[in-house]
């Protein structure tokens, strides 16, 4: 009996701690659940708080950027040890740095005159070599032996014959030259890290073929005339822009295409060079940018047909302050012949 009572007692016990215990894990539950809750939804809160903040930077951003082409302003969230978030605004300052690079000083203009002279002159040598069976890596080869030998690095070359030359940048197709084919040649490189960058195009012997030399002098006629125009900023403003229109108008009026269009004139007329072969400015329709004593660039029109020929001319340009208002670095090609 005493045994009985004692288990008994043993059971109410243990039936008290496991009540009791049950009390706690529930009073625990309840205490761990309303501290989870304020917890997530304090971060919530700062989530919230860190969004709209984002958000706000993301708007400032946009329309401090809206007036460039490209969005060039970094941001970076820094989070301390608060929890609040600090913005770093990093403004890129290649606007400014363009403005000056594109107004070359007196050492700058020296470089660029002498390596695109250098380049002229290696064409002019390589020229007479130009023949019937020739491969596009032939001449390639010979115009960058002769470019190395100037002393100028970096050379690079785009032989381009008969049909190949209607891609304006080139293709992988190979030709070998043929009678009656025109060759054009787009070379250049770099001296004391300043650029080059000359197109020809030539003809064996003379060229026959009446829509290709109307087609070789509608673009010469169509450089001549925006070199021409670009004597007009010594009076009045002169915009990028109305270069490539002038050089449009000519091939228009002489058969190739609208005025406005790219049908057969297929690129933009130019644009700057420097310690790039492509910067600012930028030769194109619409561009309101006026010229400025310093600027120089390439003026290059041409036109394409597809499957048949191209055409380029392309030469490097200064723009100065005096009479005639423009100085061509050497010499501008006078015939299609060789």
Same mark, same amino acid.
């Given at each position: 009996s005493e045994q009985r009572d004692n288990a008994s007692d043993q059971r109410d016990n243990a039936s008290y701690q496991r009540d009791h215990f049950s009390d706690r894990r529930v009073?625990? @539950?309840?205490?761990?659940?309303?501290? =989870?809750?304020?917890?997530?939804?304090? !971060?919530?809160?700062?989530?919230? $708080?860190? =969004?709209?903040?984002?958000?706000?930077? $993301?708007?400032?951003? %946009? =329309?401090?950027?809206?007036?460039?082409?490209?969005?060039? $302003? @970094?941001?970076? =969230?820094? %989070?301390?040890?608060?929890?609040?978030?600090?913005?770093?605004? +990093?403004?890129?300052?290649?606007?400014? +740095?363009?403005?000056?690079? #594109?107004?070359?000083? @007196?050492?700058?203009?020296? +470089?660029l005159r002498c390596v695109n002279r250098a380049t002229k002159a290696a064409i002019q040598a390589v020229a007479p070599l130009i023949r019937v069976g020739m491969h596009e890596s032939e001449l390639a080869q010979l115009l960058t032996e002769a470019q190395a030998a100037a002393g100028l690095s970096g050379v690079w070359v785009l032989s381009l014959f008969g049909a190949n030359a209607a891609f304006p940048h080139g293709t992988e197709a190979s030709v070998t030259l043929q009678e009656g084919m025109l060759a054009l040649i787009d070379t250049g490189g770099e001296l004391l890290g300043y650029q080059s960058d000359i197109s020809r195009t030539f003809a064996l012997g %003379?060229?026959?073929?009446?829509?290709?030399?109307?087609?070789? !002098?509608?673009?010469?006629?169509?450089?001549?005339?925006?070199?021409?125009?670009?004597?007009?900023?010594?009076?009045?403003?002169?915009?990028?822009?109305?270069?490539?229109?002038?050089?449009?108008?000519?091939?228009?009026?002489?058969?190739?295409?609208?005025?406005?269009?790219?049908?057969?004139?297929?690129?933009?007329?130019?644009?700057? +060079?420097?310690?790039?072969?492509?910067?600012?400015?930028?030769?194109?329709?619409?561009?309101? #940018? $006026?010229?400025?004593?310093? #600027?120089t660039f390439s003026v290059e029109p041409g036109l394409y047909l597809e499957n048949e020929w191209g055409v380029r001319l392309e030469d490097i340009v200064l723009v100065t302050n005096s009479t005639p208002g423009y100085e061509v670095f050497g010499s501008l090609q006078e015939t299609p012949s060789l």
């Open positions: 009073d625990f @539950a309840e205490s761990s659940q309303y501290d =989870s809750t304020n917890r997530r939804s304090t !971060l919530f809160d700062q989530r919230d $708080t860190f =969004s709209d903040q984002a958000q706000e930077y $993301t708007r400032s951003a %946009e =329309s401090a950027s809206a007036h460039r082409s490209e969005k060039r $302003t @970094a941001h970076r =969230s820094l %989070e301390n040890v608060n929890g609040t978030a600090d913005v770093l605004v +990093i403004q890129d300052g290649g606007e400014l +740095i363009d403005a000056q690079r #594109m107004l070359k000083s @007196a050492a700058e203009i020296d +470089i %003379e060229l026959s073929n009446q829509t290709q030399l109307n087609a070789w !002098l509608t673009v010469q006629q169509a450089q001549r005339s925006a070199l021409d125009r670009i004597r007009w900023h010594l009076n009045s403003s002169v915009s990028l822009g109305s270069l490539d229109a002038e050089a449009r108008r000519v091939v228009s009026q002489n058969g190739f295409g609208s005025a406005d269009g790219y049908e057969y004139f297929s690129h933009r007329l130019g644009h700057g +060079i420097g310690t790039q072969g492509h910067e600012n400015p930028y030769l194109v329709l619409g561009n309101p #940018m $006026t010229l400025l004593p310093g #600027m």
